[in-house]
């Protein structure tokens, strides 16, 4: 049974077993609850109650409360509104937009994807401090108002400079330390230790699948373990195929330069040396390309002045440089067994400086090297009591049957068939001797021949041409040329070959039998 009261316009009330809601109802107040679709204008000064759903096309209220949720499929738009009072999480499917002020986060604020960032980040309260976006594909790193690190959109680095043209460019002065300008420090944080230093590695690829090894490195360490001991050293490491890097170069705390070996040691002296090789070949060459004739050259030089730059000359007999040659004994590389010395061969001036070779050697059972020849700033030379010896060409024939005497083969020539018939030696250099020779050089041969009475040399050739033609002449001993040769023994020949002019000599001749 429903009850119906107030009806506008009737006073009757009416009591039915029948729903009487079929049309439409209109009235000034509902009791009870209310289904079905509802329209019209519905004023909202009460408190709507119950659990209706309601469609409102425009939705005007002074204050809300929910307490489930709110499901807005349109924008919602906050006007004249400051803060956002979120207890909670604010989860927006498209992004929150601020349009003045600045979005102030107190806490940590997590992004779960990218933002968007129109120019830069500054530091709170230090705006001259930022990472700025300044173009497409570049970000730099800006302190005290001044950028000091880029990337630009080639993946290139630039330190203090803004245009890098290579993958890291540093650029800037140095910055002074521990006595040295400095633009970059590797720095090694491991506890005291020896090798304790910085280290810079070059890689690369060797392989067609991309696989990278490391070629060469270089590397600044501490030299020992001592504490507070600033001694270091610096080394070069190289990569052999088949191995890894390894030590080829080093210069260590007192300058000495090291190749193939890490620590010095004495070689022909009790001092070490500034520049040590050692290695199981130790060859050195030297190597000039240009389209001039000089040569590649070594060269030693001697000051009296401590300072290197500043110049005190040399005195008389002052060491200008010296090869010497050491070799192991059994206890030490220090036993010299030859010495090539250059000094100082009279007084030193401008552009003057005389000199003269030593050559030394160590005789079996002595200790050091002595003197054995001496080539003087003019030219002498001088033998220190040795003997002079020379090596003779021996050939088992006869003279007449070799005539052609090369010098090539030594300066002295021995036949040791008899000779039975007359020759003509002819003297001569592969390349020539006019080549050889300037005019007033003279130089001495002798020939030595098994003696027969049919056997001599009255002529002599130089270069094929006989002697007499162009000026020169040949000179006998005796004023005769021989006409016969010695009975027995040996007939010994000597020759000295004095050239005037080019290729024009005056020989002087003699012959002499040894029966």
């Known amino acids: 049974m429903s009850r119906i009261s107030d009806l506008a316009g009737f006073t009757t009330a009416i009591s039915t077993t029948e729903d009487l809601s079929v049309g439409i109802i209109t009235a000034s107040s509902f009791s009870g609850n209310l289904t079905g679709d509802v329209t019209g204008t519905a004023s909202l000064a009460s408190n709507l109650t119950g659990t209706p759903d309601t469609t409102v096309n425009n939705l005007t209220g002074v204050a809300a409360t929910f307490t489930g949720n709110v499901t807005i499929g349109g924008t919602l738009t906050y006007q004249d509104v400051e803060h956002i009072d ?144 600033y001694a270091g050293y610096f080394r070069v490491l190289t990569r052999p195929n088949g191995g890894l890097p390894t030590e080829a170069l080093r210069v260590d705390s007192s300058q000495q330069l090291l190749l193939g070996l890490t620590t010095s040691f004495a070689v022909g002296s009790s001092a070490a040396s500034d520049f040590q090789v050692s290695g199981s070949l130790a060859f050195q060459s030297l190597s000039r390309f240009s389209e001039n004739g000089a040569g590649p050259n070594l060269i030693f030089g001697k000051s009296r002045n401590a300072s290197p730059g500043n110049y005190t000359v040399v005195q008389a007999d002052d060491d200008l440089g010296n090869i010497t040659f050491a070799g192991d004994d059994g206890t030490d590389l220090q036993s010299v067994a030859a010495r090539i010395v250059c000094e100082v061969d009279g007084s030193p001036g ?52 070799n005539q052609d005497i090369n010098l090539d083969d030594g300066m002295a020539h021995l036949f040791t068939t008899t000779e039975t018939t007359t020759a003509t030696p002819n003297i001569r250099i592969t390349t020539g001797i006019n080549t050889h020779m300037a005019v007033g050089d003279v130089i001495s041969v002798n020939i030595i021949t098994t003696a027969a009475a049919a056997g001599y040399a009255a002529t002599v050739h130089i270069d094929g041409v006989t002697v007499g033609t162009n000026g020169g002449s040949l000179v006998w001993n005796g004023g005769d040329a021989p006409t016969e040769g010695g009975a027995s023994g040996n007939d010994f020949y000597s020759y000295s070959i004095i050239k005037t002019a080019s290729a024009t000599y005056t020989v002087l001749a003699n012959v002499a039998n040894f029966a």
Do not use: C
Request: proline share 3%.
């Open 350 to 401: 401008g552009n003057d400086m005389p000199g003269r070779l030593l050559f030394n050697t160590t005789s079996d059972g002595a200790s050091d090297p002595t003197e054995r020849l001496r080539i003087t700033s003019t030219g002498g030379v001088h033998f220190n009591n040795a003997e002079l010896i020379e090596r003779v060409n021996i050939t088992a024939g006869k003279l007449s049957d």
């Open 86 to 229: 979120s207890v909670g999480i604010i989860t927006a499917q498209q992004g929150i937009q601020v349009l003045a002020n600045g979005l102030d986060v107190t806490g940590v604020g997590t992004f779960k994807s990218d933002v968007s960032i129109a120019d830069k980040i500054i530091h709170t309260g230090d705006a001259n401090t930022a990472i700025r976006f300044p173009a497409a594909d570049t970000f730099t790193v800006e302190t005290n108002g001044s950028e000091r690190i880029r990337v630009n959109n080639a993946g290139k680095v630039g330190f203090g400079d803004n245009d890098p043209n290579v993958p890291v460019n540093i650029k800037g002065a140095p910055t002074n330390f521990a006595g040295v300008d400095i633009h970059l420090k590797l720095e090694d944080t491991s506890s005291l230790a020896a090798d304790v230093g910085g280290m810079l590695a070059f890689e690369g690829v060797y392989t067609s699948g991309d696989a990278e090894a490391v070629w060469s490195a270089i590397h600044g360490g501490k030299e020992n373990a001592t504490d507070g001991n």
